[in-house]
């Protein structure tokens, strides 16, 4: 037997970035809200383990450029950021040997991306593939741009939307999208400072309550729960990643028109494995390599920062092809083979975390594919002023997949309830 809590002016369902978002601004404007958690703590895809020399980074890591809705939440938690610097090199591998060093056709693939950003539609929507075999590129730069698409991404670049990357170019080029930075105390206490201040406001959050159904008519919503907690309110922001929408476990009676364009677009996935070393035993200057023939192909440092710890990243159409628990083993042969360097016996401790596997995401983050570029816009729109979406993957400024996107989705959320209620 479900217990009945008091009825809310709000409830939110979800407390990653977009849910605290959204829950704080309506908190802080008056509201009663409750927001519902799955997981045991907030945050979502922002996931902070402590670490000996930085905090170990399991989900989201980087700030993409300089957004300035999430600057100014990191400022005003009191936290601290630093640049990511270092060169960008690429392994090659002759006759048994190999070493890292610049990667190619960079400049290629770097034009290339500047011409996405002032692209002009096209009459019909290309997916990239198609768009790279019109580009007249070298075989080289385009297996280097493809592969950049599919590990950023979290992509298949045989479905992934030309006029979605243009957007998405677009909007990066207007915050220095090509700057990355991270949280020195961790990403984790951006989302927790959130937390902080909704109940600061007078807000309720209750955490480990997987939402099971969602009953709604005009004005008024049902959220009921697999710990027995039925929650009522005027309206309800969904803020459940792209994945868990479209796999169903959360049940919408009556089911909203707009959620059947939640279907075009995907859910990628992504793994990580974060590894420490008893040294550091990379050349200094590198911030990002890649070595495509290995698993997995893109690695990262936190240079400028001198810690012994290695990121290895695998993302998009070449991870759903992978059993992705060897993906550590699989990680420490392929800096053997890179670095030359007998890496089991130099490693310290290792995390890693699949986020296809974990069943509160179901996938890493969104992308659009060919014909969905309105997919987004439509997922946006409030329903019946009862039914508000938000979260990464409802962004309509380009941003799908980021910190930042998903944090303008709950503001415009919470704007949206404002002006409806």
């Known amino acids: 037997m479900s217990a009945m809590s008091p009825a809310k002016d709000v409830i939110v369902v979800g407390a990653g970035m977009a849910g605290l978002a959204a829950a704080r601004t309506l908190a802080e404007a008056g509201l009663g809200v409750t927001l519902v958690e799955a997981r045991d703590r907030v945050g979502g895809r922002i996931y902070t383990l402590p670490g000996d020399e930085l905090p170990i980074e399991l989900g989201a890591e980087f700030i993409h450029g300089l957004p300035q809705e999430l600057i100014d939440l990191v400022d005003e938690a009191g936290l601290t950021r630093f640049e990511l610097e270092g060169e960008t090199r690429c392994f090659r591998e002759w006759h048994g040997t190999g070493r890292l060093e610049p990667c190619g056709p960079q400049r290629e693939v770097d034009q290339l991306f500047d011409q996405l950003g002032s692209f002009h539609p096209l009459q019909a929507d290309l997916s990239f593939n198609e768009f790279v075999a019109q580009c007249g590129l070298s075989p080289e730069a385009a297996t280097l741009a493809t592969n950049y698409v599919e590990g950023f991404n ?170 992705t628990s060897s993906l550590p083993h699989a990680g420490l042969a392929a800096l053997s083979k890179i670095l030359g360097i007998d890496a089991p016996r130099r490693l310290l401790r290792l995390h890693h975390h699949d986020w296809q596997t974990d069943v509160h995401s179901l996938g890493a983050y969104s992308y659009a594919s060919r014909g969905a570029i309105h997919a987004s816009d439509e997922l946006s729109l409030p329903v019946e002023s009862t039914l508000f979406f938000a979260g990464e993957h409802t962004d309509i400024s380009g941003h799908w997949g980021t910190v930042h996107g998903a944090l303008r989705s709950g503001y415009r959320a919470a704007k949206q309830v404002l002006e409806k209620l």
């Not at 969904?238 to 479209?246: E, H, I, M």
């Not at 707009?258 to 420490?276: E, F």
């Open 154 to 323: 979290a992509a298949d670049a045989n479905r992934i939307s030309i006029l979605a990357l243009a957007k998405q170019q677009a909007a990066e080029d207007l915050i220095s999208g090509d700057r990355v930075f991270r949280v020195v105390e961790g990403y984790a206490r951006v989302p927790e400072f959130l937390l902080q201040r909704f109940l600061e406001a007078g807000g309720e959050c209750v955490p480990s309550a997987p939402v099971r159904t969602i009953s709604w008519q005009p004005g008024s919503a049902r959220v009921e729960t697999e710990i027995g907690r039925t929650f009522q309110g005027t309206a309800v922001i969904v803020t459940l990643p792209l994945g868990v929408l479209q796999a169903g476990t959360v049940s919408f009676v009556p089911r909203p028109e707009n959620l059947a364009v939640a279907d075009q677009l995907v859910m990628g996935p992504a793994a990580r494995v974060v590894y420490q070393f008893d040294t550091r035993f990379w050349p200094g200057d590198v911030g990002f390599f890649f070595a495509p023939e290995v698993t997995p192909p893109t690695w990262w440092t936190t240079n400028p920062k001198p810690t012994s710890l290695l990121t290895g990243w695998m993302a998009g159409r070449k991870l759903s092809e992978l059993n």
